[in-house]
């Protein structure tokens, strides 16, 4: 009789213990420290002990893990605000960086042409320098019509309009 309930708590701790990994509801770390309790109040060789260790330290890791999850939830809400936070953060300070590269390539790029009528041939590679400098994938000046000058680096699709209607002013 009594192996018969160490085996049965056994089972129903191993079982429980895969309940609550597809469900997360603490009704089966308990189911399972019952069944643990079970099978440790019979445990009579190494084996069974060891066997008993396993299953509570699985029991004690799971409520441990219930316990984090259900404050996570409880707090998921000033948990989220501040993730959002670090990332705009984050985000924004990438971009002023995107931005404050792309304004040193504008400078340089108009020092080249600048008071020019006809553009030289190495103002091409300066741009490149630039280009390069910078950090920048792809960087042109165009006339006010909107033709390009002199330019580095690919641009894969059409210029925007809004862009080019700034030219013109």
Known sequence: MTSRVAWVGGWAAGIAIAFWLTQLLAIWLLVAAVGATAWSWFARNWLALATAAVLWITVGLGFATQLRVTALARDWSNLRAEIEGDAAARLNT????VVGRAEQAVLGASSIV??????????????RDVRDRTGIAAIAVLERNGRPIV???EHRGTIPRTLLRSAER
């Open 114 to 127: 600048r008071g020019r009528a006809v553009v030289p041939g190495s103002a091409f590679t300066r741009l």
């Open 151 to 153: 330019w580095s680096g």
């Open 94 to 97: 990438a971009l002023d960086e």
